[in-house]
Nanobody, 118 residues
Framework: QLQLVESGGGLVQPGGSLRLSCGVSGRIVSTYVMGWYRQRIGKQRELVATISGGGRTNYPDSVKGRFTISRDNAKNTMYLQMNSLKPEDTAVYYC????????????WGQGTQVTVSS
């Protein structure tokens, strides 16, 4: 059983930067993918970035070149560095861990609000 807690959201001006953190409590002993998703008002939750256990990253075109996902295994923490933020990046951001084994387990954090506005 894992627990995920996001932090680092807030209000930032267009063009600014924020770094989100996701603390993971619990032990990961299987193949996994960690990721960030967001949900804008009136929209479905969408992928922002993923990182595999082997370190492979994936981004949609909407954030590619502006956002960077990383993790610190020693601290059990995942990060999302967001640069050149745009008003359309305003959303609640969620961290996610999917564990793959004989069964798939899907864990979510509670979300953190990011607002990009002047």
């Amino acid at each position: 059983q894992l627990q995920l807690v996001e932090s680092g959201g807030g209000l930032v001006q267009p063009g600014g930067s924020l770094r989100l953190s996701c603390g993971v409590s619990g032990r990961i002993v299987s193949t996994y993918v960690m990721g960030w998703y967001r949900q804008r008002i009136g929209k479905q939750r969408e992928l922002v970035a993923t990182i595999s256990g082997g370190g492979r990253t994936n981004y949609p075109d909407s954030v590619k070149g502006r956002f960077t996902i990383s993790r610190d295994n020693a601290k059990n923490t995942m990060y999302l560095q967001m640069n050149s933020l745009k008003p359309e990046d305003t959303a609640v951001y969620y961290c996610n861990v999917v564990l793959y084994g004989s069964r798939t387990h899907d864990y979510w954090g509670q979300g953190t609000q990011v607002t990009v506005s002047s």
